[in-house]
């Protein structure tokens, strides 16, 4: 089984400021890694994910992660946030290739308020 | 412009009334997800479904039930709503492949049964 924990529950910055939301994961397969994120009442938005390869990946509205698989990883981050990236975000993984039921596990939350 | 669909997006309902929520996805995908979210907290899989006529429970127990008879509808129903099963409902969607694709979402349906 796997699980994910998000290490803030709230990240208050200021506009034009770098951000960083953390996220650990734990599993004994592999696994595939992806931060959504969650504006008031609508659903999730898939931001970026991690399958394989370059443990750098970017997302859109200029989020990217780096997945660390020493340190069970997945940290998101944004080198110059704005009022509208205020919202909810949020980790998930699922198991890789072959290994296992293929449904998203999510973290916790990460609720990012960008103050003017 | 979203391709599931919840419905409805508000639900207002009295205890021990039944109650259908639906979700319809337009994109053929063969899997869909039901989670609960709570406010502050994560988003639990109370139900999935890998196709037509299979469904299966999640991780989170559930008095709910769903039905897939038709790929692109899979309606979770509470047959005597209680004040407990207040919360915000998500449903979501994936290809055949699964969750290399991500899932996409609808826009929930916030349930409050008072």
């Known amino acids: 089984a796997q699980s994910v924990t998000q290490l803030d529950s709230q990240v208050p910055v200021f506009e034009e400021a770098p951000v960083e939301l953390r996220c650990n994961y734990s599993?004994?397969?592999?696994?595939?890694l992806f931060w959504y994120v969650q504006y008031p009442n609508q659903g999730l938005q898939l931001l970026l994910k991690y399958l394989s390869g370059s443990t750098l990946v970017k997302g859109i509205n200029g989020f990217e992660a780096e997945f660390n698989k020493s340190q069970t990883s997945f940290h998101l981050r944004k080198p110059s946030v704005h009022i509208s990236d205020t919202a909810e975000y949020f980790c998930a993984v699922s198991p890789g290739v072959g290994a296992g039921r293929r449904a998203l596990t999510f973290g916790s939350g990460t609720r990012l308020q960008v103050q003017p | 412009e979203a391709d599931i669909y919840q419905t409805p997006r508000y639900l207002v309902i009295g205890t021990g009334k039944k109650i259908t929520l639906e979700c319809s996805q337009t994109?053929?995908?063969?899997?869909m997800y039901w989670y609960q979210q709570d406010p502050g907290m994560e988003l639990h899989l109370i139900h999935y479904?890998?196709?037509?006529?299979?469904?299966e429970k999640g991780d989170l127990s559930s008095e709910s039930t769903v039905s897939r008879i038709r790929t692109e509808h899979f309606p979770l129903t509470l047959e005597s709503a209680r004040p407990s099963h207040t919360s915000q409902y998500l449903c979501?969607?994936?290809?055949?492949?699964?969750?290399?694709?991500?899932?996409?979402f609808g826009s929930g349906t916030r349930l409050t049964v008072v």
């Open positions: 599993s004994s397969v592999s696994v595939y």
């Open positions: 979501a969607s994936s290809e055949r492949q699964g969750t290399a694709y991500g899932y996409t």
């Open positions: 994109m053929g995908h063969d899997k």
């Open positions: 479904s890998y196709g037509v006529n299979s469904t």
